[in-house]
């Protein structure tokens, strides 16, 4: 069984550009859970997904953005980027009931 | 507002001894906590979790404790390897299916 997959695994962009990243679960289930880590922090919670619907945003601007599609494969948004939004962009599924699996992640560069 | 806190950002323990992560809360209502590991450049895998009707779970060389009175919960390696060396975060989950993470603990071990 395939784990969370992310991709791209790096992604360079210019300051104001718009990234997109894009995560699928682990086969069979259907929530996904959105976490940044940027340098020195820790894993701040952005987004989480479950059956096709947004559930639960954390702190963070309206630019930073997501939907999940039917085979529940989900897709993470940043538009007009800014320079601290470099980051490692994890992408976690919840399997058993309390459990979640991060994927590899992947880094954004903003320049 | 963190509401898992990791207040040791390093820890250096000699090969062979025990490692002690630290992690402490402030929301009564967590059910259940997780602590993962994390590689340079990957995802975090999760190690070990306890929920809130136990103060004690093993697996290995791995034990979590935790105190809910103090809303404190540790994690022990013994013995520790140079293999454990790794950033470590401690997670804790709120219904429904809401994770929130601590800024993590970097674990230096020491051949």
């Known amino acids: 069984e395939a784990g969370v997959t992310q991709s791209p695994t790096h992604l360079i962009k210019t300051r104001g550009q718009q990234a997109t990243l894009r995560c699928s679960p682990i086969s069979g289930h259907t929530s996904v859970y959105w976490y940044q880590q940027a340098l020195g922090l820790g894993l701040q919670f952005l987004l989480w997904y479950d059956e096709g619907e947004e559930r639960n945003r954390g702190n963070f601007p309206p630019r930073f953005s997501g939907r999940q599609f039917p085979n529940y494969s989900s897709e993470l948004n940043v538009n007009a980027l800014e320079l601290e939004d470099s980051a490692l962009y994890l992408c976690?599924?919840?399997?058993?009931?309390?459990?979640?699996?991060f994927g590899e992640g992947s880094w954004l560069t903003v320049v | 507002d963190q509401q898992v806190k990791q207040n040791s950002p390093s820890l250096s323990v000699q090969e062979g001894r025990i490692s002690i992560l630290n992690c402490d809360y402030t929301?009564?209502?967590?059910?259940?906590f997780l602590w993962y590991k994390k590689y340079p450049a990957e995802g975090p895998t999760f190690l070990i979790s306890i929920s809130s009707i136990k103060d004690k779970n093993e697996d290995g060389r791995f034990t979590v404790f935790l105190n809910k009175s103090a809303k404190h919960l540790s994690l022990h390696i013994v013995p520790s390897q140079p293999g454990d060396s790794a950033v470590y975060f401690c997670?804790?989950?709120?219904?429904?299916?809401?994770?929130?993470f601590g800024t993590g603990t970097s674990l230096t071990v020491i051949p």
């Open positions: 997670a804790a989950q709120a219904d429904p299916y809401q994770f929130y």
């Open positions: 976690a599924c919840r399997v058993s009931g309390n459990t979640i699996y």
């Open positions: 929301n009564s209502m967590f059910d259940y």
